[in-house]
């Protein structure tokens, strides 16, 4: 019997894990979840007879090594800082290594390591990025096979709430990592665009922000997401004019984020002391006290009338309450995320959706085309989540293909070789995680 080794029982690991205990019996694999919190490791696995649950501080690195040297494939879902320590593990231990998070410099470091030792680390394999890289790429490749010559290419993708339960004005609800969401785009945006390289800083990124199309839902807006140049050389698409990989909001989102941005409220870089300090006080840090009421000098403030859409989003959030935070030493952003989480939070019955298009421009016979592809994935309530299908199920997807010995691939890589995405992308669409295409 196969050992896997999941490390991380999050929002994002409850399909993954449904996948690999309903797969266990015919796969005969076996499943060890390890995680801070037993208690929710045990909710997730239920009493599955293929399943372990395990408690551990990831930095006891006796615990943490016993465990991968007893394994044959690990799945981290554990906040991206702390995969290092799994990584140097598998290295040291030559185990592959499957993850969504985004390569880091200090994985990088590794490749000829990696490659040496015969064991293939592939990151980025999960929605954003994952399932954007794969699709792109069988896009891409299709256009070229085809004689295409690409010119224009654009990716945007967002978890988001779906409409019947888009009800607060934020149009936005809490799916995914709430401190990930506070400090999205804080590293400001690098992209392509008309042949001429853009760089956007983190205080303008969330400002005027433009809007797309998507079929069956109407507009939604987008700001660019961190250094989409870097992914011209992986998708082989050096000479483009415009490359950009970006993320989707309801309009509304992003004109409320921007004022939050603007008062200083996603600040991550020092402390402050909350035990007296009431949610009026923090949010008006910077604000003058010249007009009759909070409202009216947050609205002067920040360029806004008192009864705007905007200053509603702040009332919703609790900005304009008296009573004390009291959360201990905190930096601005840990207390917005305290707040994010709890009056952003998805409702028992909530449904979030995940929405993904490319638009590709390029010319083939000396005819010019622009094409869309696009995806909208539902969730089935507020724990079986759309973010959490997507995310989850193309890493036990690839841990089934790896464990079958039907992917041999080596080295450090992210998904995109027809070798991986073909057969991924083929199980997902079993899942209802499918793409539609238009031509203009």
């Known amino acids: 019997m196969k050992n896997i080794l999941l490390f991380g029982a999050g929002k994002s690991a409850t399909s993954l894990i449904d996948y690999l205990l309903t797969n266990a019996p015919r796969q005969k694999w076996h499943v060890t979840v390890a995680d801070h919190d037993l208690a929710l490791v045990k909710s997730k696995i239920g009493k599955s007879y293929y399943a372990t649950a395990t408690s551990f501080d990831i930095k006891e690195q006796d615990a943490r090594q016993q465990l991968i040297q007893e394994t044959d494939l690990v799945i981290s879902l554990l906040p991206p800082p702390l995969h290092i320590f799994v990584a140097k593990d598998c290295l040291q231990f030559k185990k592959n290594l499957l993850t969504a998070s985004y390569i880091d410099p200090a994985v990088k470091a590794l490749q000829k390591e990696i490659e040496d030792a015969g064991i293939l680390f592939l990151y980025e394999m999960g929605l954003d990025p994952g399932i954007d890289h794969m699709s792109a790429m069988k896009l891409i490749h299709s256009i070229e096979k085809k004689g295409g010559q690409i010119f224009s290419f654009k990716s945007y993708c967002g978890g988001l709430i779906s409409p019947e339960n888009n009800d607060n004005p934020w149009q936005y609800k809490v799916t995914w990592n709430a401190r990930n969401i506070v400090l999205a785009g804080n590293s400001g945006a690098i992209f392509k665009e008309k042949g001429k390289v853009k760089e956007v800083a983190y205080d303008q990124l969330f400002d005027h922000n433009k809007t797309i199309q998507i079929p069956g839902l109407g507009k939604l807006a987008y700001y660019p997401n961190r250094d989409s140049m870097g992914y011209m050389e992986s998708y082989n698409l050096h000479d ?15 004109e409320g984020w921007n004022a939050l941005i603007k008062l200083g409220l996603t600040d991550d870089s020092k402390k402050i002391d909350t035990t007296q300090l009431t949610y009026n006080n923090w949010a008006g840090q910077h604000v003058d006290t010249h007009e009759s009421s909070p409202e009216e000098n947050m609205a002067q403030y920040l360029g806004v009338s008192s009864k705007s859409k905007v200053i ?3 009332k919703y959030l609790g900005l304009f309450n008296t009573e004390i935070i009291n959360l201990g030493e905190q930096t601005n952003a840990g207390i917005l995320q305290n707040l994010v989480e709890q009056k952003l939070k998805m409702e028992p019955t909530d449904k979030d959706m ?16 622009r094409m869309h592809s696009y995806m909208i994935c539902l969730g089935d309530d507020n724990v079986h989540t759309a973010m959490a299908k997507t995310v989850g199920l193309p890493l036990g997807i690839m841990a089934k293909l790896l464990l079958q010995e039907k992917i041999t691939l080596k080295g450090l890589h992210i998904p995109i070789l027809p070798e991986i995405y073909n057969p991924v992308l083929k199980e997902l669409e079993e899942y209802d995680i499918r793409f539609e295409e238009s031509f203009e």
């Open 312 to 314: 509603r989003q702040l």
């Open 354 to 369: 995940v929405v993904m298009m490319h638009e590709l421009e390029f010319e083939r016979r000396n005819m010019a085309t």
């Open 240 to 254: 483009l004019s415009t490359f950009m990989r970006a993320t989707l909001r309801f309009p509304d989102f992003c």
